[in-house]
């Protein structure tokens, strides 16, 4: 594809999504959402928030048809990103604090 903006949703360019995804992901890396929690809570609050973003990126990647990711694997990798997301919120919000 000669112009990578030239997939876009509601005339925003999905790379731009990706990109602002990404931006997102790699804040939570090193800013995370919960830093006193312990054990499984940890991990999930740690890691799942970055984990979801960084699967939504790529979806957006897939949309763009940049990069080389099959478009046909933007749905899964959303649909996974939900999912992780969902586990991310469902924890946040069961926890003691």
């Known amino acids: 594809m000669s112009n990578p903006f030239a997939e876009r949703i509601y005339g925003v360019p999905w790379l731009a999504l990706a990109v602002a995804a990404a931006i997102i992901a790699v804040v939570y890396v090193f800013f995370p959402a919960a830093p006193s929690a312990t054990g ?17 990126t790529l979806a957006a990647l897939a949309r763009s048809k940049v990069g080389g990711v099959p478009v046909e694997f933007a749905a899964p990798l959303a649909a996974t990103g939900g999912l992780v997301y969902v586990v991310f919120m469902l924890t946040t919000l069961a926890g003691g604090g």
Do not use: E, P, S
């Open 40 to 56: 499984i809570r940890w991990v999930v609050l740690r890691w799942f928030h970055t984990i979801a973003w960084a699967f939504l």
